[in-house]
């Protein structure tokens, strides 16, 4: 008899996520849907559903009205607004400022359509006509192909928000019918100063002792899986904001290396991995034996925390004493996380901060980032090929 397809149950900083993100400019239900693994029409009910509530998730202007005829002066100013505002965005993220200006022209080339070439050359400080000449020169076959090449190169390091270097980018390429190799992308990557994002030094933290509610190292550092649900790991980093502490917890399946849960919240309390966890087994067909490894932390010894693992038919299986190699995935995943995202990012909200971590973990790592353990494909690719 056929096993009967498991609904499932979104939390609500999900979908309110969700939906932030298909109101931003240039998203729609249907690209966010997309993206998500959901249908459009989830993303509409649950628009519709947090306007009934009468909440005010979405923050808008309203009722603003001026009924006096704007002065001439007042409307050129908004043009002048209105063209700041589009080359700041066109420039946002752009590193070509003191490049030679056919590198200035290509990228124009390339956001053609999206921004209109008159605020783009101003924003590079170069002509109209030095463009357009710029389109009709003739060049060789050769520098034609390795033009195509530095410009698909650059879209594809914006598009992953340089997270990829040349190794990465290489095989992006190659998926995209690129015939390009390692040596020339890292070239083409120096001549345009295109630098991945890069890491910090770790410090382990000094000896603790943990004796109530331990539970052994049943993992072993076993990190292998070879089905879904059956090994999972979770730990907890920090992030300082302002200078304040606030803290990330996640919970990973071994066998596709997808964050298959996580919580974000200013307290570091036993409620925050409930929250996690909660939201795994919301989303995971699990059977009873599921192993959850965690370290010592005093969270993960908590009474609720214990009984929600037993609850479930799961084992609860802790790192040795002050050993973070025990948990080298999940320390693993918190490292590239930091620099592909946190380090690299100035931050003017705790709302920004979340929505960027829904980005990375649901959207980009989970289903488009390549994963060098999985042969270089995403987490959900690699389990699409096991269902």
């Given at each position: 008899m056929a096993n009967k397809k498991k609904v499932h149950a979104y939390t609500e900083e999900f979908r309110k996520e969700a939906v932030r993100r298909a109101d931003q400019k240039g998203n729609s239900n249907q690209s966010v849907a997309a993206e998500l693994g959901i249908s459009a029409q989830q993303i509409y009910n649950w628009r519709r559903q947090f306007k009934r509530c009468g909440g005010n998730q979405f923050s808008t202007i309203?009722?603003?009205?001026?009924?006096?005829?704007?002065?001439?002066?007042?409307?050129?100013?908004?043009?002048?607004?209105?063209?700041?505002?589009?080359?700041?965005?066109?420039?946002?993220?752009?590193?070509?400022?003191?490049?030679?200006?056919?590198?200035?022209?290509?990228?124009?080339?390339?956001?053609?359509?999206?921004?209109?070439?008159?605020?783009?050359?101003?924003?590079?400080?170069?002509?109209?006509?030095?463009?357009?000449k710029y389109l009709t020169r003739d060049i060789s076959a050769h520098q034609q192909r390795r033009k195509?090449?530095?410009?698909k190169t650059m879209v594809l390091f914006e598009k992953f928000q340089k997270r990829y270097g040349a190794p990465r980018l290489t095989r992006a390429l190659k998926a995209e019918n690129v015939p390009c190799c390692v040596n020339t992308i890292a070239k083409i990557m120096q001549q345009l100063q295109l630098r991945a994002r890069n890491?910090?030094?770790?410090?382990?933290?000094?000896?603790?002792?943990?004796?109530?509610?331990?539970?052994?190292?049943?993992?072993?550092?076993?990190?292998?899986?070879?089905?879904?649900?059956?090994?999972?790991?979770?730990?907890?980093?920090?992030?300082?904001?302002?200078?304040q502490w606030h803290y990330l917890a996640t919970v990973m399946d071994l066998y596709s290396r997808a964050i298959v849960g996580w919580a974000f919240d200013g307290h570091m309390t036993e409620e925050l991995i409930i929250r996690a966890l909660n939201m795994a087994i919301s989303q995971r067909d699990i059977e009873p034996g599921l192993i959850i490894h965690s370290d010592r932390g005093v969270q993960y010894r908590s009474v609720r925390y214990q009984d929600l693992i037993m609850s479930i038919g799961a084992v609860s299986s802790m790192s040795r004493r002050s050993n973070c190699w025990d948990n080298a995935v999940m320390e693993s995943f918190f490292s590239r996380m930091k620099v592909e995202l946190i380090y690299g990012e100035k931050f003017n909200s705790l709302q920004e901060i979340k929505s960027c971590i829904f980005e990375y973990i649901e959207i980009f790592y989970n289903r488009v980032r390549q994963h060098s353990t999985l042969g270089y494909v995403s987490p959900y690719e690699y389990e699409s090929a096991y269902a």
């Open positions: 309203q009722g603003v009205k001026f009924h006096q005829e704007d002065s001439d002066e007042v409307q050129a100013l908004k043009r002048q607004v209105a063209d700041l505002k589009e080359e700041n965005t066109f420039l946002k993220g752009s590193r070509v400022l003191c490049e030679r200006p056919r590198v200035k022209y290509a990228l124009i080339k390339v956001y053609v359509g999206q921004f209109r070439i008159t605020v783009m050359c101003r924003a590079l400080k170069v002509s109209r006509s030095g463009y357009y195509q090449l530095r410009e890491g910090r030094a770790f410090r382990y933290s000094q000896y603790s002792h943990s004796n109530v509610r331990v539970s052994q190292n049943v993992l072993r550092r076993q990190f292998v899986a070879t089905t879904p649900n059956t090994k999972w790991v979770t730990d907890i980093t920090y992030i300082r904001f302002k200078g």
